[in-house]
């Protein structure tokens, strides 16, 4: 029985590994051009699968690689499945806005000594509700009741088309006008010049859509702007992150608000109190185009 120490242990499995390499066979260098997916988006996923010491880099649409001439082999014919046109994609993104409002209204008028009548229905300056009166028609008084509701819903949709794995930014605000003065001092002159320069103050988010069969994982980075307090063109921003999925085709809730709302005035011969309610929501949708 043979026994090794620590050092000649290390011997013997360098040795093993030099005669396994030399038993795959010597190691070739190839350039491999790519037609549809860069080098930079494939590495990641090639690495793992050359062994040492064999590599694979590259930059743009070229890929260098050095390994056996099996791994070469298999590694060509794995990118005939990798390396395809991307399939494009149409987002759709669908905002909708909801609000309810309901109102009233209370007020006294005139005056009145006699007999008090209430009466419903629709009155002939009022337009509607209820109306106390008197008997009497040269003495007129009462209380006037309205009341109003309303309901109105507003939707609008954008879309976009993208590569599959490719960045889409979809947003919506408008690009304010800033003034600023330049002061040039030349010898004894000095001149003064104006301009105008315009920022972005908008609201939207950058979305990447990847594809996993019938179904589509989303990464979504909302993005909202608007204009500082501070003042002097200041523009304040916020971001956030979030992964969401769904299947192609179908209508995905990406976000929404809700906003709540009550007025009460009053007075010694009125009173109106309103009450609203406004919900907005963002809904995104995917679909592949034909002829990828």
Same mark, same amino acid.
């Given at each position: ?12 499995? %360098? ?5 396994? $390499? ?15 997916? $860069? ?38 014919? %794995?990118?005939?499945? +990798?390396?395809? *046109?991307? !399939?494009?994609?149409?987002?759709? @993104? !669908?905002?909708?806005? *909801?609000? &309810? ?12 000594? /006699?007999? @008090? &009548? ?11 509700? +209820? =109306? ?9 008084? /009462? @209380? ?10 507003? #939707? $609008? ?5 993208? +590569?599959? /794995? ?12 800033? /003034?600023? !003065? ?29 594809? $996993? ?10 993005? #909202? ?8 063109? *200041? ?7 979030? =992964? ?13 608000? #809700?906003?709540? #709302? ?31």
């Amino acid at each position: 029985m043979i026994q090794l120490s620590g050092k000649n242990l290390f011997f013997s499995l %360098l040795l093993l590994l030099t005669i396994g $390499s030399q038993a795959a066979g010597p190691l070739l260098t190839e350039v491999i051009p790519l037609h549809y997916r $860069s080098a930079e988006e494939l590495l990641p996923m090639l690495r793992p699968l050359v062994p040492r010491p064999g590599t694979v880099t590259g930059m743009r649409y070229q890929l260098i690689v050095r390994a056996t001439e099996q791994d070469i082999a298999e590694l060509r014919s %794995l990118l005939l499945r +990798l390396d395809q *046109a991307p !399939r494009q994609l149409l987002i759709k @993104v !669908r905002r909708g806005t *909801a609000s &309810h409002r309901n109102s009233s209204n209370t007020e006294a008028f005139g005056r009145t000594g /006699g007999n @008090v &009548h209430l009466e419903t229905g629709r009155h002939p300056t009022s337009g509607g509700g +209820l =109306t106390l009166r008197t008997g009497d028609d040269k003495q007129n008084a /009462g @209380v006037r009741i309205r009341r109003t509701r309303g309901h109105s819903d507003e #939707s $609008s949709v954008q879309q976009i088309r993208v +590569l599959n /794995g490719q960045e889409a930014f979809i947003r919506s605000g408008q690009s304010v006008p800033f /003034g600023q !003065r330049q002061v040039i001092v030349s010898g004894r002159r000095t001149s003064v010049h104006g301009t105008i320069q315009y920022k972005d103050v908008t609201t939207g988010f950058y979305v990447i859509p990847r594809l $996993s069969g019938e179904r589509v994982v989303l990464n979504i980075s909302p993005r #909202s702007a608007r204009l500082s307090h501070r003042g002097g063109g *200041a523009i304040d921003i916020q971001q956030a992150q979030t =992964t969401l999925a769904g299947r192609l085709g179908e209508w995905i809730l990406i976000g929404g608000s #809700s906003r709540r #709302s009550s007025d009460t005035e009053s007075g010694i011969t009125h009173a109106t109190t309103a009450r609203g309610d406004e919900s907005k929501q963002i809904w995104l949708k995917v679909e592949e185009l034909a002829g990828r």
